[in-house]
């Protein structure tokens, strides 16, 4: 079960931190994904990160956004940084037991109910 917090109102230019917690015992076993869905848009592929801390960014994210993990806590983070209109949508989490590419929903095996994020201009 995958949890997304950290939503909300953002500044043109300003951060904001998504926090995604994980239950269960494998989760430093798990790849992790970020996607989001804007509104009357697809979703689409934001970030990821492999059990080996290797990191994928979509282009439009990277240099703002940094995704990282906590394997303690069983926990993935999205820091959003520059933020700007066009990061305005629902943000999900994702994990994934079978690895492959991080761009792909369908290499994802459980999904979080996602976190808005509004960002004003």
């Known amino acids: 079960q995958l949890q997304a917090s950290g939503g909300g109102l953002g500044q043109a230019g300003g951060s904001l931190r998504l926090s995604c917690a994980a239950s269960?015992?494998?989760?430093?076993?798990?790849?992790m994904g970020w996607f989001r869905q804007a509104p009357g848009k697809e979703r689409e592929f934001v970030a990821g990160i492999g059990w080996n801390g290797f990191t994928d960014y979509t282009d439009c994210v990277t240099g703002r956004f940094t995704i990282s993990r906590d394997n303690a806590k069983n926990a993935v983070y999205l820091q959003m940084n520059s933020l700007n209109a066009e990061d305005t949508a629902v943000y999900y989490c994702?994990?994934?037991?079978?690895?492959?590419?991080?761009?792909?929903?369908?290499?994802?095996?459980?999904w979080g109910q996602g976190t808005l994020v509004t960002v004003s201009s």
């Open positions: 994702a994990a994934s037991r079978s690895g492959g590419t991080f761009r792909w929903e369908v290499n994802y095996n459980y």
């Open positions: 269960g015992r494998t989760f430093s076993s798990l790849s």
